[in-house]
């Protein structure tokens, strides 16, 4: 039986600044060739955007432009290109070279920003034992449901005026030099009035900066209470959430929260409930078990879940971090288990298969450093189906017909190949260099003379266009080999066709009365 909703349309790219060239204007003179006119109607910019230091932008110094890659006359040319644009907001931490952290390293407890980051010790005190390398070890029980993203403890070190040395809470990267200087992700401490008076000023300077679409990065991490996990803390990440969305309201953004978390915890349904969009995270392991299996039980399961729910979703394939595992699992809570999108047999199928196209794995640790879970795959998208161009071409079919907001990787336009130079070249928690690749406008230039191309900027720019996809979608029953989904506005319709087992497909299209079958080169 069919199910029908009302979803939005449009197409959203998704790159660095200097993704293309060596800046944002070069770019811009990929979005202004005729192949990609009325491709793209959105561009989610990543966060070297602004001045950053570590974690390829991730770790924000502040949220000026980064003048070595972008201008005002840029967001000009964008605007005129009519692409909107999404940003994000770390929400959860700030870079050791922040105004912030500067006065605090500076200036010590007398630093007006002594309460704007989180130490360690204050945090925990009376709630474990100091330790000898002079941070307090929680006790056990609060210890043990600490939610870790990488091994060891989540401290920083850094010197203050007295001469000390003084743990603060990194619960993300961080990169100690043999002089002794450093690099830190720090995080937040939401309780202070200060940090909610930087987001007020934050968020309306990137609405200055045109944005429509704030992603809330890492969100789930800034609430923090002894006894809790640390990760989505309940009530006060929603209490947290909340008081974004009021600032948010006031500057015109929709909010966009990104959490990474199994389907069996249904982390996603609650974002959702409260009417926000959520991210797709489970469409690129889906895609990649369905192209694998010649099997779309699943992948049309979840379909009818997003139809079902009415969910507001910005899906992908590629991005700019890893192919997420993860989110495919169940969960068990409170002794009882909620299955996954897929069996833990099955992602593990997934993951080989990708390991053995070259993928590089991340995994998540406890405090004293085992591993607990695995995380994702870091591969591209390409590479991770065996860099066959029929099967990348159907999985792009396949995501422009799938609900929600697609978002398209750069990379994956070119059928981009894992670069095990720059992973490598980039040493420790470097996996995610390769699918990365900077593309010259030469690169753009040559690529748009191959088929692969050409193709999928075809199937972009019907989705981006076609008054069909901002009408209902109807997922037709099929066998498990075969996929037919339907997008119907008034007048106009358009229809994809797949076959699982030979990768082929047809896509028709009526508008006005008149039939239109789509035509691939």
């Known amino acids: 039986m069919s199910k029908e909703s009302n979803i939005s349309n449009g197409v959203m790219l998704n790159a660095y600044p200097d993704s293309i ?36 932008g991730f770790s924000v110094i502040d949220y000026n432009l980064n003048k070595d890659l972008v201008s005002q006359e840029d967001l000009k040319a964008l605007d005129g290109l009519n692409i909107e644009l999404k940003f994000d907001i770390v929400l959860n931490h700030l870079s050791v070279e922040s105004p912030q952290f500067k006065d605090l390293l500076k200036n010590g407890v007398e630093s007006k920003y002594k309460d704007f980051f989180i130490n ?23 210890l043990d449901k600490l939610f870790m993203r990488k091994s060891g403890l989540p401290i920083l070190k850094v010197p203050f005026p007295d001469g000390s040395m003084q743990p603060y809470w990194n619960t993300f990267y961080q990169k100690i030099n043999d002089d002794k200087s450093f690099l830190g992700q720090m995080d937040v401490n939401a309780k202070s009035e200060l940090v909610w008076g930087f987001y007020e000023e934050t968020l309306k300077k990137l609405s200055g900066y045109g944005c429509k679409i704030l992603r809330l990065d890492a969100f789930a991490y800034l609430h923090k209470d002894i006894g809790q996990s640390n990760f989505f803390n309940k009530p006060g990440t929603w ?10 309201k006031k500057n015109n953004l929709t909010l966009l929260p990104e959490i990474h978390a199994e389907y069996g915890l249904h982390l996603h349904d609650e974002v959702a409930d409260k009417g926000y969009q959520i991210y797709d995270f489970f469409l690129p392991g889906l895609m990649i078990h369905t192209l694998e299996n010649a099997n779309c039980e699943a992948l049309m399961k979840w379909a ?5 729910k009415g969910y507001k979703t910005v899906n992908m394939l590629g991005c700019h971090d890893g192919i997420p595992v993860l989110d495919l699992k169940g969960k068990e809570v409170a002794g009882t288990y909620y299955k996954g999108l897929l069996s833990d047999d099955e992602i593990e199928v997934i993951m080989n298969k990708i390991m053995e196209h070259g993928g590089r794995v991340k995994n998540l640790y ?13 591969a591209t998208f390409f590479s991770a189906i065996g860099e066959d161009e029929q099967k990348l071409l159907l999985a792009r079919a396949i995501q422009i017909f799938m609900p929600g907001i697609p978002q398209v990787w750069y990379l994956d336009i070119f059928a981009g190949k894992n670069d095990y130079e720059a992973a490598d070249k980039a040493g420790n928690g470097g996996h995610k260099e390769i699918n990365r690749t900077t593309l010259s406008v030469t690169d753009v230039k040559e690529g748009l003379k191959k ?40 007048n106009d319709a358009v229809q ?26």
């Open 239 to 248: 209490d947290y959430l909340e008081r974004i969305k009021q600032i948010a």
């Open 21 to 56: 060239g060596v800046n944002l204007k070069d770019m811009i003179t990929m979005l202004q060739m005729p192949e990609f006119k009325d491709v793209f109607s959105l561009f989610y910019i990543l966060p070297t955007f602004f001045n950053s230091d570590l974690d390829r």
């Open 304 to 308: 009818k879940e997003i139809v079902g």
């Open 120 to 142: 360690w010790n204050s945090f925990w005190g009376g709630n474990g034992t100091m330790g000898d390398d002079g941070f307090i070890i929680p006790k056990k029980e609060f």
């Open 451 to 490: 088929p692969i191309v050409r193709n999928q900027l075809k199937l972009l720019k019907l989705r981006n266009t076609s008054k069909a996809f901002s009408g209902s979608i109807k997922i037709n029953q099929t066998s498990s080999d075969t996929i037919d989904i339907e997008w119907v506005n008034g």
């Open 366 to 378: 406890d405090p004293s450093g085992k591993k607990i879970s695995y995380y994702q795959v870091n």
């Open 496 to 521: 994809l066709k797949a076959n699982l087992k030979t990768y082929e497909f047809t896509i028709n299209r009526t508008e006005s009365g008149r039939n239109i079958v789509m035509l691939l080169n």
